[in-house]
T-cell receptor, first 112, second 116 residues
């Protein structure tokens, strides 16, 4: 079955870059996602990447995909205190890209 | 659009009671998902509807759990009888028609269920 793994915790200083890593096991994944969850809130889609891409950039966010190693990363440039949240990696196999298998989430703490 | 709306936001109930969680998906979305989030197991997909029809309910933990989608604008997740181990945050999500290029799933704020 599918498995998505993330490290539990990351702490960075304000202004530094954050890199959150994720590994997955399902080679038939079609879409890979990064979601952000702030305290007491639902999940907000940050960005996604199709499996035939290796990089996607969206403002401060850069997603890198190494399909051979089944490794996905999210880089946040110039990290701000408002970026403190839990970040979930997720993968999907279906065309709709929405039957998601989530990682356990990485708690990002940004220190001023 | 107000987004995916879930109610209640918080529910505290006694063990053995019936609990009903409600979800209103975004208008025009054809797919609806129920997820459960716990510290121990993270986010798990419970059930998935497409055009009001349950497509995959393999994530539903046991017969005490049931979900319905009587129409395109409403879904319920029911637990009867509830147990303390059902305590979790339950998320509903909706997305546009399967097979399109738009892959975003929009999540509700969640219902935090506590069974005592």
């Amino acid at each position: 079955g599918e498995d998505v793994e993330q490290s539990l915790f990351l702490s960075v200083r304000e202004g530094d870059s954050s890199v959150i890593n994720c590994t997955y096991t399902d080679s038939s994944s079609t879409y890979l996602y990064w979601y952000k969850q702030e305290p007491g809130a639902g999940l907000q889609l940050l960005t996604y990447i199709f499996s035939n891409m290796d990089m996607k950039q969206d403002q401060r966010l850069t997603v890198l995909l190494n399909k051979k190693d089944k490794h996905l990363s999210l880089r946040i440039a110039d990290t701000q205190t408002g970026d403190s949240a839990i970040y979930f990696c997720a993968e999907s196999r279906d065309n709709a890209g929405n039957m998601l298998t989530f990682g356990g989430g990485t708690r990002l703490m940004v220190k001023p | 659009d107000a987004g995916v709306i879930q109610s209640p936001r918080h529910e505290v109930t006694e063990m053995g009671q019936e609990v009903t969680l409600r979800c209103k998906p975004i208008s025009g979305h054809n797919s609806l998902f129920w997820y459960r989030q716990t510290m121990m197991r993270g986010l798990e997909l419970l059930i998935y509807f497409n055009n009001n029809v349950p497509i995959d309910d393999s994530g539903m933990p046991e017969d005490r759990f049931s979900a319905k989608m009587p129409n395109a604008s409403f879904s319920t997740l029911k637990i009867q009888p509830s147990e303390p181990r059902d305590s979790a945050v339950y998320f509903c999500a909706s997305s546009p028609t399967a097979g399109t290029d738009n892959t975003e799933a929009f999540f509700g704020q969640g219902t935090r269920l506590t069974v005592v």
